[in-house]
């Protein structure tokens, strides 16, 4: 996309990189309002919270679960100078599908806090993530949870594919929880990362992360 095309298109007023994002879920939940969390002060104004929201759907594919989705990895609103650029920002925006927790009650805050730790890690570190990287969570996934999920996985989520957004290239990158022992066989052998997420695969098309598997 050119200046001169952007320019066309939209205006100042325009949350262009948002409006990307909520296009494609809202094809994948049509007619659903999300849950949005935003932070109290936003990241630009002084907050300690990077993302500007998380937003989270239902989801009964496979079964029922939570399903994600950040914003701010990439360019959200409207900017001249990021017009038709190869990436937007960072290039990617962060997604996680969580099978219900029973002591959530339906309320698993703990998630956007782990997707802001993640945002300022990259935020602060100035390193960004691609498909089949992996990281340990110092810990359960989940603070004081008697869970073996302590690592996580990053891969392409299943159903949002990379899109060219006015801004650059998106990709929607899921990040999928996994047990310790995993997490030790990838440290082990670093290119397996692909196989271990087809194997989980086979009984998880979606990967959908659950804190009692073990």
Same mark, same amino acid.
């Given at each position: ?5 952007? +320019? +066309?298109?939209?205006?100042e007023d325009?949350?262009?990189?948002w409006?990307?994002i ?6 994948l939940y ?11 002060i936003s990241?630009?104004l ?11 759907y ?30 937007s ?6 997604t996680?599908?969580? +099978? ?15 997707l802001q730790n $993640? ?5 602060s570190?100035? +390193? ?20 073996e $999920?302590?690592?996580?996985?990053f ?19 899921q990040?999928?929880?996994?047990t ?16 271990l ?18």
């Open positions: 996309m050119t200046l001169e095309e952007y +320019k +066309k298109q939209f205006t325009d949350a262009v990189g409006l990307e909520d296009r494609e879920f809202e094809h049509p007619g659903q309002e999300p849950k949005h969390y935003a932070p109290a990241y630009m002084g907050g300690d919270n990077p993302l500007d929201g998380v937003s989270v239902e989801s009964k594919k496979q079964t029922y679960h939570f399903h994600f989705v950040t914003y701010g990895f990439s360019e959200l609103y409207y900017d001249e100078e990021k017009a038709g650029g190869e990436f920002k960072w290039g990617f925006e962060l996680f599908r969580l +099978k219900p927790y029973e002591k959530d009650n339906g309320n698993p805050s703990w998630a956007i806090a782990l $993640i945002a300022k890690y990259v935020f570190s100035g +390193k960004w993530f691609e498909e089949f990287h992996f990281m340990p969570a110092n810990g359960p996934i989940r603070l004081e949870t008697d869970t $999920i302590t690592a996580l996985v891969v392409e989520d299943p159903e949002i594919s990379k899109k060219q957004t006015p801004h650059g290239e998106v990709s929607f990158l990040i999928v929880g996994i310790n022992s995993e997490y030790e066989l990838l440290l082990e052998n670093p290119g397996t990362a692909e196989g997420l087809n194997k989980l695969k086979e009984n998880n098309p979606l990967l959908i992360t659950d804190l009692n598997r073990k």
